[in-house]
């Protein structure tokens, strides 16, 4: 992933190349991000049940018909949350005050580089399935599809997130700090029309 | 024997893990453990019954999720759980030859505390102060406050416990290797804040196992007067090839690595991953262990929730901008509520190089006792120095102490009695540092000796109810030399007060009050006070005179190590770096192409021969339409919208100035009152449509994220606001923002409301009763001209 490119992107350039100045301050925005942000991930593998409208990973039950399709070949998942931490959102809080311009640059640029340091993780977590002859899924959060908000609580319950990594939600289910991500990755037996 | 006493007295030895005990007898994860309390209290009581037979003297009650906000929605009560946790704890205790001390324990509540998340302190408060009193009520010899990561939390924790409870209280934090908690506090700063809140032991647990926690123990110990308690995880977690995780290191390990910390600590113990055999092996190796010697930490420090000042170490700054004194802007922001321009302030004097900013919001109009506390709140959202409460109100200042997230400055008390027993109780209850001003009843001494002699009352006094003189700095008071008297008086002043044992502090600038060119006396009595051995001077960051000499003279000292401070600041200048000089394009141009400085300066121009109101409405409003059809039609970007906004601000900035200076009426149309919904703590789409509705003259009103309908309607109709502008980004706070609208059509029908968000449709906004939906801030701007003009 190119980074700066990812961040233009979160800031509506689409395909066009953003103007000096602009790019400029992604730069600023993308080394601040990297010099404040203390990524931690913490993840567990659970085995998978899916039935049409619910699946079972570990000891949680999800009621999703979107996710039970997405992981309907899996046999277990790995459930994780990461998150770039505090000092990210105090920055943001700060240039919402100070700089609404670098506030916003800032804010595309942790994002992007919130999935980047995801995509790493999970290349690595493919790469292990692959020697175990499995494959993985990508990410499924909750949010998409049917899959409820409301079972970001749960998810952090059971990797003990806010004990380890200091991750929390609200009362309307928001994770806290800002930039957290938790999300579900499927894991499924590798068959031969794959390796074609 | 008390456990104060046996604290004192003989090293202690905590119990281990009670979760991995737990899980080991089959506790699904997805289970309550303290629900086990009522459900299953014998397995409970025989795990105690492990660890005190493993030869333990302290053991942890099961009650470590025991508050109301993580109980909440299981059918748990915080109280019952407790009392039935100290209770089968007890019972085990009471088997015992030996006295087995029962600590009550509490977690975290799994919630981030505001700014950062949406739970307040008071809420953090209430959450614990019920099952503490369940402890006291059914005789916990201790409370423990374990694995906690967040001091603002820990002190809401803390002092529940003080208000609730007479027992001791014992608090480890959770550091990483680095001897940070996650929000970043350094353990010396979580130490001395505990200290001061009046903890009787500090340390650590959880996180890290022995080894790595053995420097952290150190600095710790170096850090407080407190005995230190020990009791780390059984090595890091690492994971099996069925996907389990465990702990690394052995029990014999264990006892070894844990050991080598006996030489900081009176308490050691264990935490995840430890077992009674763990217990066993380390009390069988550290028992006979001689204790550390106690000892006494004599430096003055100051903390925030994520950072630590320690004074004595060469001279630090104190910004003394935020002060509406001989401040018309200032005033105004403060009596209009406009918290903005206050945090600006921290903000400006933080990158200006201040190690501690001084709040002081006492106008005479203006409610102090709920401005400090609110000030206190939203500076620390962003900034992340320590603060030195400045009032002279002791219900504000009690109010500001319990809201201050760290130990704080107190400015300030002075030899007059009403004065000590006002503010000193408050400073050894909430463990601040305190100002203290060399005069009485009598008013200013003229000699050095009279100074002193205030200062030494004062210490005493302050000794007398417990505050040490490490939380003491005197203030000698600083008189103008252009009425006679010289600056020699408080020069020679600093030394004596040091020689008593206690720091000082000065306002520097009152030195040159009536000469002309202040800034040079200034400079030069900075240079005299630093080389005399002030430890703080409050004065204005932003004076670059002042700051090059404080820089050159911390050097000259020799504070700066190999002048690494003095050349950062320099290399600069050396280099001859030119700093970007404003171009003289024009107002329109500037604002169309995002250059403040450019602005700024075009206005200030603009303003010696044209109206100020004709700048707005011919120069920036139409450079700003401009501006917005260009990102309207996809031509221009966010950024540079945003950057011609902040261009366009600077500008207007400058106008309301040169208004307010000359007498006229502030430029001010009709109020907007913006909020992002209840529940809801994404408010970047929210902050920057306040900024561009700024940038054409509303009075926006912005009442920040996560606030509730009730608040935007009190609000809305205290401001007479004309539109209520709400933000949701998610689909669960949706249902928040279609309550706000309600409640405002019922109570305040003739105001307009629009909203926007990533999750709304126009279809959406209309169903739920919005006057007009915005799908970005210049359709915003674009509506409530619609909408009022």
């Known amino acids: 992933m190119n980074l700066e490119k990812e961040t233009a992107r979160y800031l509506g350039y689409r395909g066009s190349e953003p103007e000096d100045r602009v790019k400029e301050l992604i730069a600023e925005c993308l080394s601040a991000v990297k010099q404040s942000s203390d990524f931690r991930i913490v993840c567990d593998r659970f085995d998978v049940w899916t039935s049409v409208n619910s699946v079972h990973i570990g000891e949680l039950v999800f009621e999703s018909k979107t996710l039970s399709y997405h992981l309907k070949d899996c046999h277990q998942a790995v459930v994780l949350c990461a998150t770039l931490g505090v000092e990210i959102d105090r920055l943001l809080h700060k240039l919402g005050i100070s700089d609404i311009a670098k506030c916003a640059v800032l804010q595309a640029a942790s994002s992007a580089y919130l999935e980047y340091k995801l995509d790493e993780y999970c290349n690595g977590v493919a790469q292990q399935e692959r020697a175990r002859g499995n494959l993985t899924h990508t990410r499924y959060s909750p949010g998409y599809g049917d899959l409820a908000l409301e079972c970001q609580r749960e998810v952090l319950d059971i990797l003990s997130a806010g004990k380890k990594i200091g991750v929390g939600t609200t009362d309307a289910f928001a994770l806290t700090p800002t930039k957290t991500v938790t999300a579900i990755v499927g894991i499924y037996k590798e068959k031969r029309e794959d390796k074609i | 024997m008390t456990f104060e006493k046996a604290l004192k007295e003989k090293r202690l030895f905590f119990d281990g893990a009670m979760g991995t005990m737990l899980q080991a007898r089959g506790l699904a994860l997805t289970e309550l453990p303290e629900a086990l309390n009522i459900k299953s209290p014998e397995v409970i009581e025989d795990i105690h019954d492990l660890y005190i037979k493993a030869g333990c003297d302290i053991i942890k009650t099961n009650s470590f999720g025991a508050n109301s906000i993580k109980l909440h929605g299981t059918g748990l009560d915080s109280y019952e759980i407790t009392r039935a946790a100290i209770s089968v704890a007890k019972k085990a205790a009471s088997r015992s030859d030996k006295k087995v001390y029962v600590a009550a324990d509490f977690g975290p509540t799994g919630k981030l505390l505001m700014p950062i998340g949406d739970l307040s302190f008071e809420l953090a408060y209430d959450a614990y102060a019920q099952a503490l009193r369940a402890a006291q009520e059914e005789g916990a010899d201790l409370i423990l406050f374990e694995t906690f990561s967040d001091t603002y939390e820990l ?79 059984a090595g ?202 060399a005069l009485d009843e009598k008013g200013i001494p003229d000699t050095v000796e009279g100074r002193v002699e205030i200062a030494k009352r004062i210490i005493a006094e302050a000794e007398k109810i417990g505050i040490k003189k490490r939380d003491i700095l005197i203030d000698l008071l600083t008189l103008t030399i252009s009425t006679g008297s010289s600056a020699k008086v408080t020069l020679d002043g600093i030394r004596e007060i040091k020689k008593l044992g206690v720091g000082t502090i ?86 169309k192409t995002g250059l403040c400085e450019s602005a700024r300066s075009a206005a200030t121009e603009l303003l010696q021969k044209e109206e100020p109101m004709s700048i707005v409405q011919h120069r920036l409003v139409p450079a700003l339409d401009e501006v917005g059809a260009l990102f309207e039609k996809g031509k221009m970007f966010l950024p540079q919208l945003l950057m011609s906004a902040e261009a366009a601000q600077a500008a207007f900035d400058q106008i309301k100035a040169h208004i307010l200076l000359n007498g006229g009426e502030p430029v001010k149309k009709s109020k907007i009152v913006i909020a992002t919904v209840k529940g809801d703590i994404h408010d970047i789409g929210k902050n920057i449509v306040k900024v561009l509705l700024d940038n054409y003259g509303y009075n926006v009103v912005d009442l920040g994220k996560d606030v509730s309908p009730e608040t935007v309607v009190q609000r809305a109709i205290e401001e007479k606001a004309e539109i209520v502008a709400l933000s949701a980004l998610m689909t669960t706070t949706l249902p928040a923002m279609e309550q706000t609208i309600k409640l405002v059509k019922e109570k305040i029908p003739h105001c307009k409301t629009i909203v926007g968000g990533a999750v709304l449709t126009p279809e959406y906004a209309e169903k739920i009763g919005a006057d007009a939906y915005a799908k970005d801030a210049t359709e915003a701007v674009r509506c409530c001209r619609e909408l009022i003009g």
């Open chain 2, 236 to 437: 890091l977690p690492a994971t099996d090839r069925n996907g389990r995780t465990y702990y690394d290191i052995t029990a014999r390990q264990f006892a070894l690595s844990t050991t080598e910390i006996a030489e900081y600590a009176n308490i050691l113990g264990g935490c995840c991953g430890t077992t009674p055999e763990y217990i066993k092996a380390l009390i069988d190796k550290a028992e006979n262990i001689p204790l550390p010697p106690e000892h006494e930490f004599t430096k003055t420090v100051v903390t925030s929730g994520s950072s630590a000042v320690v004074l004595g170490e060469g001279t630090v700054i104190i910004g003394e901008r935020i002060n509406p004194t001989g401040k018309p802007l200032f005033k105004q922001a403060l009596r209009e509520n406009n918290i903005e321009y206050i945090l600006k302030e921290g903000i400006a004097q933080q990158e200006s190089g201040a190690h501690i900013l001084d709040v002081n919001v006492g106008l005479p109009d203006i409610d102090e006792k709920s401005m400090l506390p609110f000030v206190v709140e939203r500076l620390q959202g962003v900034t992340s120095l320590p603060l030195q409460l400045d009032t002279s109100d002791a219900v504000a200042l009690e109010r500001a102490l319990r809201t201050v997230n760290g130990k704080p400055l107190i400015n300030s008390v002075n030899g007059k009695k009403e004065s000590l027993q006002s503010f000193l109780p408050l400073a050894k209850k909430y463990g601040g540092v305190v100002v203290a001003l």
């Open chain 2, 506 to 591: 000065l306002g520097v600038s009152n030195i040159s009050f009536g000469l002309p060119l202040r800034e040079n006396i200034n400079s030069a009595f900075l240079s005299m006070a630093i080389e005399a051995g002030l430890d703080a001077a409050i004065m204005n960051p932003s004076s670059k005179a002042m700051m090059d000499s404080y820089h050159s003279a911390m050097a000259l000292c020799g504070y700066d190590k190999n002048c690494q401070n003095y050349i950062e600041r320099f290399s600069d200048t050396a280099n001859e770096k030119k700093p970007v000089k404003p171009q003289n394009t024009g107002i329109e141009q500037a604002i």
């Open chain 2, 155 to 233: 002190k809401a924790a803390v002092l529940a416990a003080k208000e609730n409870t007479n027992l001791p209280i014992v608090c480890t934090v959770m550091a990483d290797e680095n001897g940070k908690l996650l929000t970043g506090a350094p353990v010396e700063g979580v130490a001395a804040m505990l200290e001061g809140l009046g903890v009787c032991a500090v340390g650590l647990n959880c996180g890290i196992g022995p080894t790595e926690m053995q420097p952290i123990a150190k600095r710790i110990f170096d850090a407080t007067s407190l005995p230190v308690v020990v009791n780390p995880n």
